[in-house]
């Protein structure tokens, strides 16, 4: 059963708006979730982070938002380029060793 | 070298065959993921070794999948009497903390092909 959820297969957006993705998890016990890039024939490509003590990370274009009552998070790329076209995965990680990874959204950045 | 290698890039075997997959992690690494995506899918865990403690192989799907690291370092993958649903591409990781906790580096990806 998928613990880690990305509902949307795929995404476009202007170059210059904002990119939302989104993942949901059912897990309580996650408290450290991230969020990777892929590029084709390459593998993941770690991006951001946070942890569950924190609702907010940022790093430049990049924020992540963790909501813990409604299990979800979400990325936000701003202003969006089109070297930002990528597949996105969002990952999430308990106590244990396991990362439980979301099926990607692909993110088309439309010049 | 700088990042996480894998190799070979791509694998095309005959069902029935075994396969071996190779993974250098990051130098000063001690912990190493396998995962493998099939088509569609998210990243499914398969095994984690960290240091020299026991590795955790629940994620391994069948008994025909082992794996082994080697004086703590270069591990391997294999896959013995390779089917059809082994198709996938197997993806391997290294981690070091990032602000107290792991994060995962990827190597490019095995890409194998059961025919």
């Known amino acids: 059963d998928q613990q880690v959820k990305q509902n949307s297969p795929s995404l476009s957006v202007q170059e210059g708006r904002i990119s939302i993705l989104n993942c949901d998890y059912t897990?309580?016990?996650?408290?450290?979730f991230l969020w990777y890039k892929k590029y084709p024939a390459e593998g993941p490509t770690f991006l951001i982070s946070i942890s569950s003590i924190k609702d907010k990370n940022e790093d430049g274009r990049f924020t992540v938002f963790l909501n813990k009552s409604a299990k979800h998070l979400s990325l936000h790329i701003v202003p969006s380029q089109p070297g930002d076209s990528a597949v996105y995965f969002c990952?999430?990680?308990?106590?244990?060793?396991?990362?439980?990874f979301g099926t990607g959204t692909s993110l088309t950045v439309i010049p | 070298g700088a990042g996480v290698s894998q190799s070979p890039s791509n694998k095309v075997t005959e069902k029935g065959k075994d396969v071996e997959l190779r993974c250098d992690p990051i130098s000063g690494h001690t912990a190493l993921y396998w995962y493998r995506q099939s088509l569609g899918q998210g990243l499914e865990f398969l095994i984690y070794f960290q240091g020299n403690s026991a590795p955790d192989k629940s994620g391994l799907p069948s008994d025909r999948f082992s794996a082994e690291r080697t004086g703590g370092s270069v591990s391997t993958l294999t896959i013995q009497r390779t089917q059809q649903e082994d198709s996938a591409v197997y993806l391997c990781?290294?981690?070091?903390?990032?602000?107290?906790?792991?994060?995962?580096?990827f190597g490019p990806g095995t890409r194998l092909l059961v025919l």
């Open positions: 990952a999430a990680s308990g106590t244990g060793n396991q990362f439980y």
């Open positions: 990781a290294s981690s070091s903390e990032l602000a107290g906790r792991e994060t995962q580096y």
């Open positions: 897990n309580s016990m996650f408290d450290y």
